[in-house]
């Protein structure tokens, strides 16, 4: 068999005799945990003039503009002509003798990884969001409960780092920690504090930021383009990920200096000594508020030449004196600005007059019309602090997923999937019989699927009743006997934290509302900041919602949706592994993470009929050129998974490392 290796466009000259392996694997049933790709065992290449001239005498360190094997460089294996495997390749070391290279070793690893090297350390905050950023308002707020904003990739829910209760008689209770969100009469101002709720995103609008951000246009090496073979269904594109990145409710706001265009507007302000005379600078800013702005809370900062020297917190019709006393070669130069964690009209005037020397100038007056602080909800801002490819792995992860490099893209979808779409190929003429070992393997007996450790009050509890958190499964493996298998434990955890909801119920009456929230609070009712949350949304009908204003006012809402957090996507789907009961209407949860995508896996790798076959083979160029993972391999009469394969490129035998098929009904 003939084999070419390429660095780029490059050819690289190989040993005749140098055994250069290529090794496959989907899933290794030694490591579940793992998704690989094609990888080989380091090889030695020799330092002919072509190979020279490839890595430019990389050995010698005073020669400038080398070989940089700091980095991987792309390219591909050749058998006999057609494409065999696209990856990158690695210089390791080169053997030097008597001061001259006498060969170079490199390593090859799959496309795969291209991705981890590719994106790097950066976060979500590294994306491009933008498009979803939004006024920070109530009416918008308001929008998002009941529908939605940007097309759906913008929802909000009562997920609230406060405790609310519901209660349909005439309580108007509102305090911090707790509040009574239904609207039973004009009196008082209990309810829903529209700044109070977060909106979330559509995952999937990260999948389209992180494409976005790494292509060949924008300066990195190669498109990152996923398949939508899962990301296209439904089951992921209902999944939304919470905004919030801090404990506190600062979610939004902006600032604006103020602009004095009425009046006289003595600026810049300079002061300065003047042969002995003190010369004093007496400023008097009023700044009210605009109707219905009256209770907002506002920040008035005062600015000497852009840097801060003075700032005060008000809430109303406030006034800031500022006295300037003159200091030899001191300018001052005075400029107001106001900044509020939400939408903030207001009105300013400023009295001023200069003392010089104790005689009191004239004084004057200047005026602003009304501005507007506008309000931003910045999705960049508020993203969860977590790594772009630690997000990626907790969804792979979550939905046991295949990732597959491809011409143009990399294939994604769970690995029950992915089996479906392989074929049969029979393999037995070109397999040696005349020894092969069957192996137990590895075996594991308890698996542990977990979330983040709880933070928010309800899963606290939850795990302490229970001794394990709400969503989370402890597999334990045992025989028909109820024996737990002799192997070792394996924890798998995602990235993200799982809330507990509360369906609120009527006290008056005792029935349950339409209302589910997420209390964002800890044991000792502080507000918390959970790591990631993913959940799918639902709608249910409103009734009897008080919504608070900005200026403090309550509104009823009484017709419409309203959004809800759930853990599950109707009956089919959900996002917890193990059977929780749901918050919403106490059913059981079945359709997990766990039943829908590991299960059938696990049970398949664990059962007691499981063997792992180990055959040599000599598979034929037009077999190994379009060996698939996914492919089923037929031997005699009996039907193996591939686990992995190692193909000898100078030979062209190949290892095969099998697993038996024993529950499935094949077909031909």
Not at 218 to 239: H, K, M, P
Not at 332 to 338: A, H, L, Q, V
């Amino acid at each position: 068999m003939i084999n070419n290796i390429y660095i780029g466009n490059w050819r690289v000259d190989l040993y005749k005799d140098e055994s250069v392996s290529v090794t496959s694997s989907v899933i290794d049933v030694e490591d579940i945990t793992k998704n690989k790709t094609d990888f080989s065992k380091s090889f030695t290449v020799p330092a002919s003039d072509r190979n020279n001239i490839l890595f430019k005498h990389w050995y010698d360190a005073d020669i400038d503009n080398a070989f940089d094997a700091r980095i991987k460089v792309d390219g591909r294996i050749e058998l006999d002509g057609i494409p065999f495997k696209i990856g990158k390749f690695k210089l390791q070391k080169v053997n030097v003798k008597y001061g001259r290279p006498s060969s170079y070793v490199i390593n090859f690893v799959g496309a795969l990884v291209a991705i981890g090297s590719i994106i790097g350390k950066d976060y979500l905050t590294d994306l491009d969001l933008s498009a979803y950023d939004h006024a920070h308002s109530y009416a918008n707020s308001l929008l998002g409960l009941q529908t939605s904003l940007s097309g759906g990739a913008i929802i909000y829910n009562l997920l609230a780092k406060k405790q609310y209760y519901y209660n349909s008689s005439a309580d108007t209770t509102m305090t911090d920690a707790l509040a009574n969100i239904a609207y039973n009469s004009a009196a008082g101002a209990n309810g829903v504090l529209w700044n109070e709720i977060r909106p979330s995103l559509q995952i999937i609008k990260i999948i389209d930021a992180i494409e976005a951000k790494y292509t060949i246009a924008n300066g990195y090496e190669q498109d990152i383009v996923f398949s939508r073979d899962l990301f296209g269904r439904a089951e992921f594109t209902g999944i939304y990920m919470w905004l919030n990145n801090d404990k506190t409710n600062n979610i939004g706001g902006g600032s604006t200096l103020i602009n004095f265009d009425g009046g006289v507007f003595d600026s810049p302000y300079i002061t300065q000594d003047h042969s002995g005379y003190i010369d004093i600078e007496d400023l008097e800013l009023t700044v009210t508020p605009s109707a219905g702005y009256e209770s907002i809370p506002y920040t008035i900062k005062v600015l000497n030449d852009g840097v801060v020297f003075q700032e005060i917190s008000a809430v109303g019709t406030k006034i800031v004196y500022t006295y300037l006393y003159s200091i030899p070669t001191k300018i001052w130069t005075i400029t107001y600005e106001i900044s509020a964690n939400e939408g903030f009209n207001f009105s300013t005037s400023l009295w001023q007059q200069r003392t010089l020397d104790g005689v009191p100038e004239v004084p004057s007056t200047a005026t602003s019309s009304v501005q507007n602080v506008a309000s931003t909800f910045t999705i960049a801002q508020n993203l969860p602090k977590i790594k772009i490819m630690d997000f990626l792995k907790g969804i792979f992860d979550a939905f046991k997923c295949i990732i597959k490099p491809r011409d143009n893209d990399y294939y994604v979808d769970t690995l029950n999937n992915y089996y479906k779409i392989g074929t049969i190929i029979d393999v037995t003429k070109y397999v040696d019989f005349s020894s092969y070992n069957v192996e137990r393997g590895n075996i594991l007996n308890n698996i542990n699927y977990k979330f983040q450790s709880p933070t928010t009050i309800l899963n606290i509890q939850f795990e302490g009743n229970t001794g394990v958190a709400y969503g989370n499964e402890d597999l334990i493996l045992k025989d028909s006997f109820g024996k737990l298998l002799d192997g070792d434990s394996l924890d798998i955890t995602l990235p993200f934290e799982q809330i507990m909801y509360d369906r609120l119920i009527d006290t008056n009456t005792n029935v349950s509302t339409n209302f589910m929230y997420g209390a964002i609070i800890d044991d000792k009712l502080d507000a918390v900041n959970p790591k990631a949350h993913l959940f799918y949304n639902s709608t249910n009908t409103i009734s009897n919602l008080s919504f608070v204003n900005g200026s403090g006012v309550k509104n009823l809402i009484n017709s419409g949706n309203i959004n809800t957090p759930s853990h599950t996507f109707g009956t089919d789907f959900s996002l917890i592994f193990s059977q929780e009961f749901n918050e919403w209407d106490g059913t059981l949860i079945t359709n997990t993470l766990y039943l829908n995508y590991h299960q059938e896996f696990i049970e398949d790798v664990f059962n007691i009929k499981r063997r792992t076959f180990k055959f040599k083979a000599n598979l034929p160029l037009r077999i190994l050129t379009t060996l698939e993972l996914n492919d089923t391999l037929k031997i005699k009469n009996n039907y193996y998974r591939i686990n992995k394969y190692t193909t000898d490129l100078t030979t062209g035998k190949t290892d095969l490392d099998l697993i038996n098929i024993f529950r499935e009904i094949i077909t031909v």
